[in-house]
């Protein structure tokens, strides 16, 4: 395993322009569960019948069983693994993260250019009033939380929405250009905690790839389709500071 981060470290430091594609696997041991592992949401919760926003307009308060369950995780703390990135964004060795998470957490531990590919929890909305709130004032709202404004005298009532992508709808367009940016010129990718298996974000390792870049994937258990060019097999909060540490040694 040293070898292999040795190596994954010394492709990062010579790298031109590197980036992080990461996913729910880098939040796992901060507490939130990933949705493809054993136990996880998609385990139990049928993404058909509650990750599609047809599913949401059929039943917003059987999707919010789901939702609500996972509020009741999200309020934890970025684990050794994203303050390890948060240093090398610092020291200039990567450029920025694609990340298909919504918790917030890369910009908790310190990264400042963070895509958020999939939305994030940090706001909500109602898809009447097209009004949006934020967490801190949903949190104080009974589930499943409804629009509290005012329409034509009554209240609107709308079951809200939290601003992330459901399966069946478009990537928002501000995160389509936020990551094309950061995908065009990288010569390196890191991949953690991610399946690889939800597309179009799946694209971005292939893109690096397809432009000649270097692959490195960082998995507890490793992406079957993503034909990496090393694959570390282990804990986000063990090797990834593991390579950060061996990539500011490289420095100095
Ligand atoms: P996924 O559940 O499909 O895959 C997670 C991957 O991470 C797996 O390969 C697993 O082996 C690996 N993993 C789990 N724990 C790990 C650890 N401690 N160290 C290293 N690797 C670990 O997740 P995905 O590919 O991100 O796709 C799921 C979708 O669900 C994403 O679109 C994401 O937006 C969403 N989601 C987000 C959160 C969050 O924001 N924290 C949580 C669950 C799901």
Request: aromatic share 6%.
């Amino acid at each position: 395993m040293q070898e292999m981060i040795n190596q994954a470290a010394q492709w990062l430091a010579g790298a031109h322009k590197a980036i992080v594609f990461s996913g729910a696997g880098v939040s796992t041991e901060s507490g939130i569960p990933d949705f493809r592992s054993a136990g996880g949401l998609w385990t139990r919760y049928n993404p058909a019948e509650y990750g599609t926003l047809g599913a949401f307009l059929r039943d917003p308060q059987k999707v919010w069983g789901m939702l609500a369950e996972m509020e009741q995780v999200m309020n934890v703390k970025p684990n050794a693994g994203h303050l390890a990135l948060a240093r090398l964004e610092r020291a200039g060795y990567v450029a920025g993260i694609v990340t298909q998470n919504i918790d917030g957490l890369h910009q908790a531990a310190g990264n400042t250019n963070v895509v958020e590919y999939h939305g994030s929890n940090r706001t909500y909305s109602c898809l009447r009033c097209r009004v949006r709130f934020p967490r801190a004032e949903v949190q104080q709202m009974p589930v499943p939380p409804r629009c509290p404004r005012l329409v034509e005298g009554s209240r609107c009532d709308t079951i809200l929405k939290p601003d992330v992508v459901f399966f069946d709808e478009a990537i928002p367009m501000q995160a389509v250009i936020g990551a094309d940016h950061l995908v065009r010129g990288a010569d390196f990718v890191l991949v953690v905690g991610t399946s690889c298996e939800v597309y179009p974000a799946a694209e971005i390792p292939q893109q690096v790839r397809r432009q000649g870049g270097r692959v490195v994937e960082v998995n507890m258990e490793l992406a079957r389709g993503l034909n990496s060019h090393l694959s570390l097999q282990g804990k986000f909060s063990q090797i990834v500071p593991a390579i950060a540490e061996r990539v500011l040694a490289l420095r100095a």
